[in-house]
């Protein structure tokens, strides 16, 4: 099954690249690191002949702010199977408190896909730096279930560069779909994760959307739980996820990036706040989450889920630190 080529938000058809396989993301941040390296360069020495041609054909020579353009393309990985992803997944369930099944979570999706869009993000022609991207929000649709044994279409881009009152965001699109399904249905998952790069700025850009602005004082709710996450948690979520990046790994590694300790990868506590929800979101919900303060570990994590009134129903969640009263994540968990 091939669907048609996906479009941008704003309406932009993009070429497919088919890639033979997911890609292991090891060599993807030893790329990511050494790209972000010629990125930095390019900024502070644009004049510099060869720094553009050190990191490809499909690079501008000039990494100047105003230049600033996503690829036109998306990948493709076809033919994924899942039938040996048994001990993974239940090793994934385990650590995020889900209850171990063959059936995948919404969070573990994200899990599959993250190689490809991060495959994304170390192209020659993607104009960002890996390294130092700050992780925002997500948005995420699950349309029924994915269970071991479904044979999957993957693919992943880049989207929507716009503004923010820190520098510049960008959406990393992925859709998993069953691979001979019907090509004009919609995918069965699908995720958004919003990224910063922080001291890049759009040469039209016009400032940060409304939604951007810092927000005002937060009132915690009564907790329904709480989280006590030992020093060990990034790491334990890097060995099921892939997600090396050293800002989870140890105190040491995290400081040469500016955090006091290892931070918990964004995506793990969202996952535990989906875990939290139970059965009540159905096989098919969407999902979102916005991250504000990173949680430092170890941690204790106070978190509320509250049902939501409304025709769809559904919950909001949100997780803090109690003691300094310090939102770290929120989110909604919405039937479809």
Known sequence: MTAAPPRTADG???????????????????????ASGLIAAGRALPSIPGIGEARGSETRADASDGDLTLPDVAYRVGGVRTDDLERHLHDYQRLVHEPVGNTMPAGYLHVLTFPLTTGIMVRNDFPLPLLGMVHLANRVELRGPVTVGDVLEVRAWAENLRPHRRGVQVDLVAEVRRDAGDETEPPVWRGVSTHLAKGYFLEDGDGASE??????????????GRWVLGPETGRAYAAVSGDRNPIHMSALSAKAFGFPRAIAHGMYSAARALADVGPGRGDAYRWTVEFAKPVLLPATVDVAITPEDGDGGGFAYVGWNARKGLRHFSGEIVPL
């Open 211 to 224: 939604a951007d602005r810092p927000r005002g004082e937060w009132t915690p709710p009564l907790p329904t």
């Open 12 to 34: 932009r058809e993009l070429r497919v690249e088919t890639q033979p396989s997911l890609p292991g993301l090891g060599g993807l941040y030893a790329r990511g690191a050494a």
